[in-house]
């Protein structure tokens, strides 16, 4: 009897440790692939990531996408550093060197012209074939295509300065003003070819400074932005706002 009652608690005990066995492995199955589900589900809510001047595409699609972006971006180390160096020639001989343009171009021509005068004449002396001059055709299209472009560009230009001179938007009034007032300060340090090279310059390392660092100069900016329309709301309650808007309605004659 005794040996009977141990093998039945003996086999109690096994089948017990079977069902918490079984137990333990389905809680951690199920633990497991909770967690596999939390992290293959995407984190839920929308991203309130300030970005400057509202920006929603990647900087590279902003700047046109294309070789020209590749080229801003220095994702060509080789064709960037060139066309910045071949900038910086043109303003070192132009400014610096005082080269003029009109001078530059007959020079090269005559250059040009002389070599291949020469050479096509030496080649009866040598019996060797003329040099091949190739035809050089302006097309129609991309020219009509550039001077559409523009017509739309200026037409839009025209409209704002029409929108800004009707008085309808005064804080887009005084931006322009501020913008053309800046120009202008900038216009009288340097003239207009080393203005152009600044441009170019800046337009070759804002966009790969701010593309490497457009988290910290979003978040500069967004304290920026807030600052200014706080001093605005401060200038509009304590000087805009009694500025007299529209015209003086004529009183009626008692």
């Known amino acids: 009897m005794a040996e009977h009652t141990e093998d039945s608690g003996s086999g109690v005990q096994s089948v017990m440790e079977k ?23 995407p984190p839920s809510g929308p991203s309130n990531i300030y970005r400057l001047f509202g920006r929603q595409k990647p900087v590279h699609k902003v700047l046109g996408g294309g070789k020209p972006a590749d080229v801003f971006l220095w994702k060509n180390k080789k064709i ?10 043109m303003w070192v ?10 001078t530059l171009v007959c020079h090269i021509l005559i250059l040009s012209l002389a070599i291949l005068f020469l050479w096509s004449n030496a080649t009866t002396f040598i019996n060797k074939s003329p040099p091949r001059i190739p035809e050089v055709h ?24 029409r929108d800004i001179a009707s008085g309808r938007d005064l804080k887009k009034f005084l931006a322009v003003i501020a913008g053309l007032w800046i120009l ?21 390392t804002v966009p790969v400074f701010y593309e490497k660092y457009e988290d910290q100069v979003d978040s500069f900016a967004e304290k ?24 003086l309605k004529d009183k009626k004659k008692v």
């Open 19 to 41: 069902i918490t066995e079984k137990l333990h492995g389905h809680d951690s199955s199920s633990s497991s692939s909770d967690s596999d589900d939390e992290k293959s589900s």
């Open 80 to 89: 960037s550093a060139s066309v910045l160096g071949g900038a910086t020639g």
């Open 93 to 102: 001989l132009f400014e610096l060197l005082e080269y003029h343009l009109l």
């Open 138 to 161: 302006i097309p129609e299209g991309p020219v009509l295509q550039i001077a559409s472009a523009l017509r739309i560009e200026i037409n839009q230009a025209f409209a704002v300065l």
């Open 184 to 204: 202008s300060i900038v216009g009288s340090c340097c003239n207009f070819l080393t203005l152009f090279y600044i441009s170019f310059v800046l337009l070759h």
């Open 224 to 247: 920026a932005i807030a600052e200014i329309k706080k001093q605005y709301a401060v200038f509009d309650v304590k000087v805009l706002s009694k500025i007299p808007k529209g015209p």
